[in-house]
């Protein structure tokens, strides 16, 4: 018999650093921070520089409906370098797609946007091994991102809270959570395209 695990989410939305109304956003659980300089705008990029994505302090928690002695969660060197992948590929689609006027590049420079991500870290709706649940998505990231100028490092926005991967019912199988992963990064992608629309 299948079980359902349930997760009452706060409404909101995620821009890739920005919480406002968007189509293409996800929800926002909680903001911790969310600053923008007063002096610095996003006007003038249309180069990014994706750095890699930050899993190197990363913290899998449990839910606070797990006892934490039966709750085991095992990352790979593999799932984070599939992770890292993904992340590189959905913003870039996001933000590139249908012609888009936004260069992808491989370092910093004048006119170039450094978009810094870090995964502080992640709770899984269920246990790793737990296959025959169903979830609301695949779990929680705390993260935090930072948009900084190419040439200067000087920090545009920055932004730290806890999203959701995921809405839908779905079963807890890597290949959802990878599923929902693509989805997410893609979003980001969309959004920060968004984003630099209006600001040029």
């Known amino acids: ?22 189509a293409i956003a996800v929800e926002i659980i909680s903001v911790d921070k969310n600053f923008a300089s007063p002096i610095i705008s996003l006007s003038g ?22 006892d934490k002695d039966s709750f085991h969660w095992k990352v790979t060197d593999s799932n984070k370098t599939h992770l890292k992948e993904r992340f590189q590929k959905g913003v870039a689609a996001g933000l590139t797609e249908n012609n888009g006027r936004y260069e992808i590049v491989g370092k ?8 810094d991500v870090e995964i ?16 609301k998505g695949a779990g929680e990231f705390h993260l935090s991102v930072q948009l900084r ?9 920055i ?20 599923k929902d992963a693509k989805v997410l990064f893609k979003a980001w992608g969309k959004s920060l395209r968004k984003k630099l629309d209006a600001a040029n």
């Open 120 to 135: 502080i870290s992640f709770m899984p709706y269920a246990s790793q091994e737990d296959t025959e649940v169903t979830t």
């Open 45 to 66: 990029y249309n180069k990014v520089y994706l750095q890699d994505l930050d899993l190197s302090h990363t913290k899998i928690i449990s839910p606070p409906w797990i």
């Open 108 to 115: 910093e420079g004048k006119g170039v946007l450094i978009v």
């Open 1 to 22: 018999m299948k079980k359902f695990i349930l997760t009452t989410l706060a409404a909101g939305v995620l821009s890739l650093g920005f919480a406002s109304q968007s």
């Open 149 to 157: 100028d190419g040439k200067s490092r000087s920090l545009i926005h």
């Open 159 to 178: 932004f730290e809270g806890t999203v959701a991967i995921g809405s839908d019912y779905q079963p807890n199988t890597a290949m959802e959570r990878a």
